[in-house]
């Protein structure tokens, strides 16, 4: 065998191997890509359904569960934006007073990938005055980014604000 021929024997060989090594690797992409339970949008858009349950109880550290610990919170009734725990379950300690119960008008999800969707939309909310018992119902936009951390799906951004129509 030339010198020549062994120089083109090993190129051949080690592209070979790099051919197979891609494969290889390409193949466990596949793999790992079809194992990934696909979230759906349904999915997502019931994770409100979670959050109101939250509200349900009355407790705002059950409500402040659902949001990830660096959360940034724009509410609807406070000018005041909330970007930790403490700030998130203060809002939630006042607005429970109202006892809210939220209901989805219009919802529109965008699933981003295995772990971040964003639901916005508009919702709202019966309130009951904690001193008179008179129920009054508010109108507002609100946009939830999600991200699924520790397996879970938790509140990265939530803002809300009352529709400007009134």
């Keep these: 065998m030339t010198r020549r021929s062994t120089g083109k024997r ?24 079809a194992d990934e339970k696909k979230v759906g949008k349904d999915e997502i858009a019931a994770l409100f359904d979670g959050w109101n349950d939250a509200l349900q109880t009355g407790d705002p550290e059950k409500v402040a569960d659902r949001y990830a610990k660096d959360a940034v919170l724009l509410p609807t ?16 300690e006042h607005f429970l007073e109202n006892k809210p119960v ?25 309130l009951t005055d904690h001193d008179t018992g008179e129920k009054r119902t508010v109108t507002a936009r609100y946009t939830y980014e999600y991200e ?19």
Aim: net charge negative; with cysteine; proline share 1%.
């Design 10 to 33: 090993i190129a051949i060989g080690a592209a070979a191997v790099i051919a197979c090594v891609g494969t290889f690797a390409a193949g466990v992409g596949v793999a790992g890509a």
């Design 77 to 92: 009734v406070s000018n005041k934006v909330r970007s930790d725990r403490a700030g998130i379950v203060d809002y939630f």
């Design 102 to 126: 939220g209901k989805k008008i219009e919802t529109h999800v965008n699933v981003l990938d295995g772990n971040s969707a964003i639901d916005a939309g508009v919702y709202e909310f019966t």
């Design 148 to 166: 699924k951390r520790g397996g879970e799906w938790l509140i990265v951004n939530h803002h809300s604000s009352a529709m400007p129509e009134g």
